[in-house]
C-alpha cells in the first residue's frame, strides 16, 4: 500500500530540516507526532527513511532518493486534484453552443469571451443554427447549450433570461425617419416592412409583426429573398425599413442606423440548457448571470 501523502508531504520538510523540532515546528504539530508519522512511513515502505541520533537526522541512500523524487510526484497528484476539482466545478472539457444568427454580433461573442478567460481549461466552440432546431438540439445532446431569440417552445430543456432589448427598425442613415431619436410605430407602418422569414424563426417573426396588427391602413410586409442578406440593398436605398432589436446599433452596415420604436415591448435573448444539468451547465449559466448583471443586459 502506498504511504499517505501527508506522511509524505512531512518527510519532505524533514529532509529539508534534518532535525525534527524545527520540522515539527514549521509543519505545525507535536515532535512525537512526527516522529510516530516518520515511523510509520518507513514501515509502510519497508525501509529505513533516517539515521537517527540525539542532535541530528541524517537521510539514508532511500531516503535521498525518496527526497528528490517525491516533490515532482507529489505535484503531478497536486494537479490531477486540481483537474478532477475542475471538472467538477464545471471548469474542464468541451462545450457546444449553438447561436441564433442575430445573436451573434454582439451577444454571443460576449459569453463566450467570458467563459474562456474565466476557465482556462474549457474549449469553446460556437455555430450558428436555425433557431427552432437550437431547443431540441440541446434537449438530445447534440450540443450544450443554446442561445435564442425570442422564448423557444421546446421540451427537455430549461430556459433563463438572458438579455433584454429594445426594437426599432434598422433604416437608411438618409432616410427621413432616421432624423428622429425614436420613431412612432404608426410613422415606420407607412414604410415597407421587411420581416425575418417566419419559418427561421416563428417566435420572432410574430412578435415583430404584432407590433403593426393594430395599425391602419395595414403596413406592407415582406421577406427577403436571402435569409441573411448582408448587402441589404433595400434598406439601404431608402425603400424598406427593418424592424430589429438594439443589436442592430453594433451590426449595422454603412450606410445603415438604427432607431428605437416609441413604446414596443423589448425583445429577449435566452440562454437555453439542458433539464438535467451536469456542472458544466451550471458553470456556464453562472458565467451567463454575471456577464448579464455586469453589462446592464437585463433591468435590476
Known amino acids: 500500500m502506498a504511504p499517505d501523502t501527508v506522511s509524505l508531504r512531512y518527510f519532505l520538510v524533514l529532509a529539508q530540516e534534518l532535525n525534527f523540532t524545527r520540522a515539527a515546528a514549521r509543519i505545525g504539530i507535536a515532535q512525537p507526532a512526527l516522529s510516530a508519522r516518520m515511523r510509520r512511513l518507513e514501515a509502510e515502505l519497508g525501509t529505513a527513511l533516517l539515521v537517527r541520533n540525539t542532535r541530528s537526522v541524517v537521510l539514508t541512500t532511500a531516503g535521498a532518493a525518496l ?14 486534484w486540481d483537474t478532477a476539482r475542475s471538472a467538477a466545478a464545471g471548469e474542464l472539457g468541451t462545450l457546444r453552443i449553438g447561436y441564433s444568427l442575430s445573436t451573434g454580433a454582439e451577444t454571443v461573442p460576449a459569453l463566450v469571451d467570458r467563459l474562456i478567460r474565466a476557465n482556462s481549461g474549457l474549449q469553446v466552440g460556437a455555430v450558428p443554427m436555425a433557431t427552432p432546431e437550437i431547443s431540441p438540439a440541446v434537449a438530445d445532446g447534440r450540443i450544450d447549450a443554446g442561445i435564442t431569440r425570442g422564448e423557444q417552445p421546446g421540451s427537455g430543456v430549461r430556459r433563463y433570461l438572458l438579455r433584454r432589448q429594445r426594437v426599432g427598425v434598422q433604416l437608411a442613415q438618409h432616410h427621413p425617419l432616421a432624423e428622429h431619436p425614436e420613431i412612432e410605430i404608426a410613422d415606420a407602418a407607412a414604410y415597407p416592412l421587411r420581416l425575418p422569414d417566419r419559418a427561421a424563426n416563428p417566435v420572432i417573426h410574430d412578435q415583430l409583426s404584432a407590433l403593426f396588427r393594430d395599425i391602419r391602413p395595414h403596413p406592407r410586409f415582406h421577406t ?9 440593398r433595400d434598406l439601404r436605398d431608402g425603400v424598406t425599413l427593418a424592424p430589429a432589436g438594439e443589436a442592430a446599433v453594433t451590426a449595422s452596415p454603412a450606410g445603415l442606423t438604427w432607431r428605437p420604436l416609441r413604446g414596443a415591448p423589448s425583445l429577449t435573448i435566452h440562454l437555453v440548457l439542458p433539464r438535467e444539468q451536469s456542472p458544466l451547465h451550471r458553470r456556464v449559466r453562472a458565467v451567463a448571470k454575471a456577464l448579464a448583471h455586469e453589462l446592464h443586459w437585463l433591468p435590476d
Do not use: C, G, K
Open 67 to 80: 527526497a528528490e523524487s517525491a516533490p515532482p510526484a507529489l505535484a503531478a497528484l497536486d494537479r490531477a
Open 224 to 232: 427577403p429573398a436571402v435569409s441573411f442578406d448582408m448587402s441589404q
